[in-house]
């Protein structure tokens, strides 16, 4: 099916590792996001790529980078993970300047 | 700061009831408001949107309104069905900032009772 497929589903670090989500689009979607969902804070933006090549800032992106590897596919790295960044993380996709995103189903990470 | 608020974490209704979920939102440069919703352990999916040029948007079930001048917006399901308990999210855009970058409020959990 198409869509946004967003890996691994769950993963347990420990306070210092570093790991990449990884997430691919094939609905040839100019736009991707990264969000993450905490209880009582809702989806906050930690980056954006507007468009292949470039990359921008969200409201939380202290702790994380990104690359916009080609069109398809926009990977988040934590360089180094701290308890704070025990969340579920969202990939998203959408055509440059609309809003219709199309999320993954999410990865599930605990940092101990 | 919060941009975009929704204040009531949860809401239970009956089935065949109307349920209402509010949306607040501060920054006047938003002109384009959607919401999403979503189940455990699945990424969110569109649910209607509505640009503010309108002041409702109607699809089948779910209706949006907006009120620019009070800066509220709100999602009404008519009827409610147990299918629709789920996390909505409301979210907004500048398209000013030409980003296509959306913020959304913090959800509100709707438990529908059959």
């Known amino acids: ?112 | 700061d919060q941009q975009v608020k929704q204040n009531s974490p949860s809401l239970s209704v009956q089935e065949g009831r109307i349920s209402i979920l509010n949306c607040d939102y501060t920054n006047s440069m938003f002109d384009y408001f959607l919401w999403y919703k979503k189940y455990p352990a699945e990424g969110p999916t569109f649910l209607i949107s509505i640009s503010s040029i309108k002041d409702k948007n109607e699809d089948g079930r779910f209706t949006v309104f907006l009120n620019k001048s009070a800066k509220h917006l709100s999602l009404h399901i008519v009827p409610s069905q147990p299918g629709d308990s789920a996390v909505y999210f409301c979210a907004a855009s500048a398209s000013s900032s030409n980003t296509g970058k959306l913020i959304f409020g913090q959800g509100t959990t709707l438990q529908v009772k059959p």
């Open chain 1, 1 to 112: 099916n198409a869509g946004v497929t967003q890996t691994p589903k769950f993963q347990v670090l420990k306070t210092g590792q570093s790991m990449t989500l990884q997430c691919a689009q094939d609905m040839n979607h100019n736009s991707m996001y990264w969000y993450r969902q905490d209880p009582g804070m809702g989806l906050r933006l930690i980056y954006y790529s507007a468009s292949e090549g470039t990359t921008d800032k969200g409201e939380v992106p202290n702790g994380y980078n990104v690359s916009r590897l080609n069109k398809r596919e926009f990977s988040l790295r934590l360089e180094s993970a701290a308890p704070s960044q025990t969340s579920v993380y969202f990939c998203a996709s959408s055509e440059l300047r609309t809003y219709g995103y199309t999320f993954g189903s999410g990865t599930r990470l605990t940092v101990v």
